[in-house]
């Protein structure tokens, strides 16, 4: 089986010399802008192009990370970067905008691009639909088990698209590409490459544990020869934030696993545990093994005198590459040197030898001189000296001629390593079209108890319940027959399918006539059943360049991603209707992990048969506490998951006029933890247009 390539961080120029020596096959690291690591040292234009071109020389490939969320202003600064990357020979750009990546691939046709773990791919349709997006490669969501990675592989390579996946490094508890909380609460937006980390603090309410959010990094160094075994074209390093002695370190043991085709002994596991670690590491979503003290903690102080103590030792060493060396000296020709390296040659000439008059060039001497290529990448493995005796030629100008032909051989071997881009496409140009569409004002339910009567709900246009809430209104005999559509989780795996299916088949027997989707995964699989497909906000649109994308999926209107506010929203013009969230609390987090389950013990039932485990109540809501005391409810989701929610709601009751100079079509109202009584306020306040009277957020 071809080995996977090993895939590390660089973060900056230190790092990526890191990485080289500790024999990585893979780079990837970020510009100065349009990447998700915001704060790391990130490389300006000419180190960039130096990167690229050191990265070739030693054959190992540059995957350019492209992968933040665009607002419309940016898409002519982010394709101008594009072609720069390209121009240089970037081998492939990790993308997390579908606008963006479908501009990238109508532009620049021969550019190879990666989705970003943003995109949540974590099931065949979900590969698929990326497949078809342009995408050769999709990084895999973290969360997914041993199994599920393989059945991806699978049909990865039965559909020709590789598949990547992380085998070492910090993880986010946060789905990926779910994450709005650094955004929404601490004005730093993880989309934009700002992540705050508020999943490091510690939050009350969650027994035994004032760091529930906060995750162990992963750690499947001693799971290697299974992850060989599962059919991964890359296996993905974490840390671009990280130093390069841990860049190193982590990755020359993973080389070490993957040509030796072994698990990590006990010493290389304590050596990682040493270069970083929060109180140790977790290999829990690949085995499934989510239980309590499997996936939490936190950077001790220990954990940092470690670190601070293993780095003062580790020694990067310079990487060489090994050449063999020919040269000629004979009278009455020029000197010659020539330089090969795996079939690439380079030869040089300089001046003729004179004929020695006292000392003449001593072999031994000549061929220690020649051995000597200083500075350079270049070690001599083999050396062939045809030297005809008594001639004589200054030191200087053999050591030019040496100099040369190193140069030269540096550059054949970059050129030979760098893909050749050469067809240049022509974007498709859009002429913009004003559209009018009907006003609709929606009502989303994420907790079945909290249903109003029909008499209340007439105020909107739909209703619409989150997936898991129409299962327990279905259990609990609710009345839903004024619900006219159902809101799709953001994760549903392979294996949870068949559950899923189950849930829309009986929505549709209950003549639910509209499915929202939340995964690009979904538009196939909805539309199947015949539901028409409404796009969800959990599909990051930031643009028209995304909203057009996803009407070409057949999703026949857009809500706008909650990080946008109205002026961003204003210069959004789509085909179809354009949606936005005017009152609620918004989504925050999806955790693939049940807070209350993962901390209760109940890990022997199956999600969707554990109902005393997590202590929720009837309304399915609990509360975890930060430092300021301020609550974030939490609910429980499809699949036995969790959602956070914020804390304050959205209020925009006061801000009618506003909201139609945005061009909002659908006013989306998200209820989660409130009575039924508050629910009759809150529409009572948007009827008459009543300002906020508590603490709340615009847009």
């Known amino acids: 089986m071809k080995k996977p390539e090993l895939l590390s961080p660089a973060g900056s120029k230190e790092a990526l010399s890191a990485a080289i020596s500790g024999g990585a096959d893979a780079v990837y690291f970020g510009g100065s802008a349009f990447n998700a690591r915001a704060n790391a040292k990130n490389f300006d234009d000419d180190e960039m192009r130096n990167a690229v071109s050191e990265c070739h020389f030693w054959g190992i490939k540059t995957n350019i990370t492209f992968n933040t969320l665009l607002y419309e202003r940016e898409y002519d600064s982010a394709l101008k970067y594009?072609?720069?990357?390209?121009?240089?020979?970037?081998?492939?750009?990790?993308?997390?905008?579908?606008?963006?990546?479908?501009?990238?691939?109508?532009?620049?046709?021969?550019?190879?691009?990666?989705?970003?773990?943003?995109?949540?791919?974590?099931?065949?349709?979900?590969?698929?639909?990326?497949?078809?997006?342009?995408?050769?490669?999709a990084v895999a969501a973290r969360e997914l088990t041993m199994n599920e990675l393989k059945m991806l592989c699978e049909y990865g390579k039965a559909n020709d698209i590789e598949v990547e996946g992380f085998i070492h490094g910090a993880l986010c508890v946060c789905m990926s590409g779910q994450c709005l909380f650094s955004s929404l609460v601490g004005q730093r937006s993880g989309n934009r490459g700002e992540c705050a980390q508020p999943c490091r603090l510690s939050y009350a309410g969650v027994a035994g544990n004032a760091y529930p959010l906060s995750l162990k990094d992963s750690c499947l160094a001693n799971h290697a020869k299974s992850i060989l075994d599962l059919g991964l074209s890359s296996l993905k390093i974490e840390g671009r934030m990280r130093s390069p002695e841990y860049v190193y370190t982590v990755t020359s043991i993973y080389r070490r696993l993957i040509d030796e085709n072994r698990n990590a002994t006990p010493k290389e596991t304590e050596t990682l545990l040493r270069a970083f670690s929060r109180n140790g590491f977790t290999d829990a979503y690949y085995t499934g093994n989510i239980t309590k003290g499997t996936m939490c903690g936190i950077r001790t102080d220990k954990d940092k005198s470690d670190t601070a103590q293993f780095e003062k030792n580790v020694v990067i060493p310079d990487r060489k590459k090994p050449i063999g060396l020919y040269a000629k000296f004979k009278a009455n020709e020029p000197i010659e040197i020539r330089l090969g390296s795996n079939g690439i040659f380079s030869s040089q000439y300089g001046e003729i030898p004179q004929a020695a008059k006292n000392a003449p060039v001593d072999r031994k001497i000549l061929s220690d001189s020649l051995m000597k290529f200083g500075n350079t990448p270049f070690e001599i493995e083999k050396l062939d000296l045809d030297l005809e005796n008594g001639l004589f030629m200054p030191k200087s100008l053999i050591n030019d001629v040496r100099r040369r032909a190193a140069d030269e051989l540096y550059e054949k071997i970059i050129k030979a390593n760098t893909p050749a881009h050469e067809k240049t496409g022509v974007p498709v140009q859009k002429n913009k079209i004003k559209k009018e569409f009907e006003h609709r004002k929606i009502a989303v339910f994420y907790n079945a108890a909290g249903l109003p009567d029909k008499e209340t709900l007439a105020y909107f246009d739909k209703v619409y319940l989150d997936l898991y809430a129409y299962a327990e209104a279905k259990k609990r005999g609710l009345d839903i027959s004024h619900v006219c559509g159902i809101d799709m989780p953001p994760m549903i795996t392979d294996k949870e399918s068949g559950y899923a299916e189950e849930l829309l088949k009986e929505a549709r027997d209950d003549k639910i006539e509209y499915a929202v989707c939340e995964n690009i995964a979904q538009a196939e699989i909805l539309k199947s059943f015949g539901f028409k497909v409404c796009g969800g906000f959990r599909l990051n649109v930031y643009s028209r360049h995304s909203a057009d994308i996803l009407s070409s999926l057949g999703i026949e209107d857009v809500f706008i991603s909650p990080e946008l506010r109205l002026p961003a929203l204003r210069a959004i013009e789509t085909e179809v209707p354009k949606g936005a969230c005017v009152y609620g609390k918004i989504p925050l987090m999806s955790l693939e992990k049940c807070l209350w389950r993962c901390f209760d013990g109940e890990f022997d039932k199956a999600p969707?048969?554990?109902?005393?485990?997590?202590?929720?109540?009837?309304?399915?809501?609990?509360?975890?506490?930060?430092?300021?005391?301020?609550?974030?409810?939490?609910?429980?989701?499809?699949?036995?998951?969790?959602?956070?929610?914020?804390?304050?709601?959205?209020?925009?009751?006061?801000?009618?006029?506003d909201l139609r100079s945005a061009g909002i079509d659908n006013e989306y109202y998200l209820f989660t933890d409130e009575s039924k009584e508050e629910i009759c306020d809150i529409i009572n306040r948007y009827k008459n247009a009543y300002p906020a009277g508590a603490a709340h957020r615009r847009i």
């Open 82 to 137: 594009a072609e720069f990357l390209y121009s240089i020979g970037a081998d492939a750009l990790i993308v997390a905008d579908l606008g963006l990546a479908v501009c990238i691939r109508s532009r620049f046709p021969e550019m190879e691009l990666h989705m970003s773990t943003q995109g949540g791919i974590h099931n065949k349709m979900s590969l698929a639909a990326a497949k078809k997006l342009g995408f050769s490669r």
């Open 608 to 657: 969707q048969k554990c109902e005393s485990a997590c202590r929720f109540g009837d309304k399915n809501i609990l509360y975890i506490e930060d430092r300021k005391n301020i609550k974030f409810p939490v609910m429980r989701s499809f699949a036995h998951r969790n959602i956070i929610f914020n804390s304050v709601p959205v209020y925009m009751a006061d801000k009618k006029d």
